[in-house]
């Protein structure tokens, strides 16, 4: 991963920093109040919002979306709406009831039915924010997938 030398002034970061948050409350509608704030998970922007929302940011700031892959970070319109997600929903109901009783009775914290989506990174304040200032689209270094990997080689060293 290349580390990226450009500096910016304060002031060119304040007002970064606030741009982009005052876009992301008027699009969410949402108090935008960390750097660590997911657009899906914290501000509950979903499927064609995310994507739509992608497009405006790029369009008025001028930003190239080359290295930006959508579903790295979201789930498609399809995936969370469509009709397999409808078919899988109704037909693990049953043990989404039990996972529920479990857990209100039996404060058990072990679920019966995974989530059947496929996981996704979930994009950042911070990532949109860093966009913004490179002019292009840069990924995070992910220490969960870096710390994961390496256990995996400690654990083959031990054997």
């Known amino acids: 991963m290349e580390k990226n030398s450009k500096q910016h002034t304060f002031e060119e970061l304040?007002?970064?920093?606030?741009?982009?948050?005052?876009?992301?409350?008027?699009?969410?509608?949402?108090?935008?109040?960390a750097l660590h704030l997911?657009?899906?998970?914290?501000?509950?922007?979903?499927?064609?919002?995310?994507?739509?929302?992608i497009n405006r940011f790029a369009a008025k700031y001028g930003l190239s979306?080359?290295?930006?892959?959508?579903?790295?970070?979201?789930?498609?319109?399809?995936?969370?709406?469509?009709?397999?997600?409808?078919?899988v929903t109704i037909l693990t109901l049953p043990l989404e009831i039990i996972d529920l009783i479990s857990i209100l009775v039996f404060n058990s914290g072990k679920r019966l039915v995974p989530d059947m989506h496929r996981e996704v990174q979930d994009l950042t304040f911070g990532d949109m924010l860093t966009w913004y200032l490179n002019g292009e689209f840069k990924e995070r270094f992910n220490y969960e997938d870096f710390y994961k990997a390496r256990a995996r080689v400690r654990s083959k060293r031990l054997l």
Do not use: C, H, P
Request: net charge neutral; no cysteine.
């Open 14 to 33: 304040r007002k970064a920093y606030m741009e982009v948050k005052a876009f992301l409350e008027e699009e969410s509608l949402e108090d935008v109040t």
């Open 38 to 53: 997911r657009i899906t998970t914290d501000l509950g922007m979903l499927g064609k919002d995310n994507r739509d929302m």
């Open 65 to 87: 979306k080359k290295g930006f892959k959508y579903k790295k970070y979201f789930l498609t319109e399809n995936e969370l709406f469509g009709v397999q997600s409808w078919m």
